[in-house]
């Protein structure tokens, strides 16, 4: 049910910039939009976006720097794409549960679901959170204002609250996001620790409910 993922993300990306894209058949345009950010994500851990070049995607990718071209324009443009990926997936999230009447049953379904959307397209929402200076200011100012929507979604939902929990609702959402932020930014602290991304999200969801509830 999640808006984008493994399956999806691909389709997303080929029909949200067809007008850019110069190949025209899909099948090779999906397969070559995986190898792409595979590849980018893969040289963005080990040498860094900014050090990463277009010659080492195609050395990378194996395609061609006119192949490369067929998709893209520069690095700038793919970085784009990765935000644009990671807010489209993330403000629709919230209109999922919509249908949940109690806030605080929203609420969680809400944390829940980032968390495992989080987990779905790890790579995206850590390339976001640690390379976002690599985007135009422009888009830096969309992901900064996607990331604020679900904290003022969660505020929203944290004063509907009865009775009404202590603290600022706010500064109670920033903890929250700041919470679930962690799942994919530090990685290798729960993979060390075996911890499963149900058990994280159980625990995430205890710890909100015990000082909302």
């Known amino acids: 049910m999640t808006p984008l993922n493994g399956d999806t993300i691909w389709a997303y990306l080929v029909d949200r910039h067809a007008e850019r894209i110069g190949v025209k058949r899909r099948k090779p345009a999906l397969e070559n939009m995986e190898r792409i950010f595979g590849a980018t994500f893969r040289l963005a851990n080990e040498v860094g976006f900014r050090a990463m070049s277009l010659r080492d995607l195609c050395r990378e990718t194996g395609l061609s720097m006119g192949g490369l071209y067929g998709y893209i324009d520069s690095k700038d443009q793919l970085a784009e794409m990765i935000e644009d990926v990671v807010r489209h997936a993330s403000q629709e999230l919230p209109r999922m549960f919509l249908h949940v009447q109690a806030p605080l049953e929203r609420l969680e379904s809400l944390v829940r679901a ?10 995206w929402f850590y390339f976001v959170y640690m390379d976002s200076r690599v985007l135009s200011f422009e888009q830096r100012g969309m992901a900064k204002n996607s990331e604020l929507s679900i ?3 969660i505020a929203d939902m944290i004063g509907q609250l009865q009775p009404v ?3 600022k609702p706010d500064l109670l959402a920033a903890h929250i996001v700041a919470m679930f932020q962690d799942w994919y930014i530090k990685r290798w602290k ?6 499963h991304v149900d058990d994280f999200a159980d625990s995430t969801l205890a ?7």
């Open 151 to 153: 904290q003022a979604e």
């Open 114 to 123: 980032t968390i495992y959307l989080s987990e779905i397209l790890q790579p």
């Open 207 to 213: 710890m909100i409910r015990s000082h909302l509830s």
């Open 190 to 195: 729960f993979r060390a620790a075996k911890v």
């Open 165 to 167: 929990p202590g603290g």
